[in-house]
């Protein structure tokens, strides 16, 4: 009987922990698409993302932000011949590997 109260316990925990994680997705979603407009028009990410309390999530969105811009940045300079698409992939992944990190390792 214990076992199967543990097991639901850990069933609720766990479902608790994915919807926490969906919430906080949503929340960061929202914000970059609540400022991409701003962002397209001519203000910088720190301007864009001034309004935002939370240290955490302002420098998520920021982070997020500024990779978008990289990425667009790079995705166009493959067309143009300045990279190929084997450098545009690699600088893709080490970005990715980058920003996965926490910010005090970097």
Do not use: C
């Not at 203000?43 to 999530?57: G, P, S």
């Not at 990779?67 to 990715?96: C, T």
């Amino acid at each position: 009987m214990k076992g199967s109260i543990l097991t639901q316990e850990d069933k609720s925990f766990k479902q608790a922990l994915e919807e926490l994680n969906t919430r906080i997705a949503k929340e960061i979603q929202d914000a970059i698409v609540a400022r991409i407009e701003r962002l397209i028009g001519g203000a910088t990410v720190a301007e864009v993302t001034a309004d935002i309390d939370d240290e955490r999530m302002r420098r998520t969105v920021s982070d997020l932000l500024l990779y978008l811009q990289v990425d667009a940045l790079i995705a166009s300079l493959e067309p143009l011949g300045v990279l190929n698409h084997k450098q545009v992939e690699e600088i893709h992944a080490y970005l990715r590997d980058r920003l996965s990190l926490p910010r005090e390792w970097q």
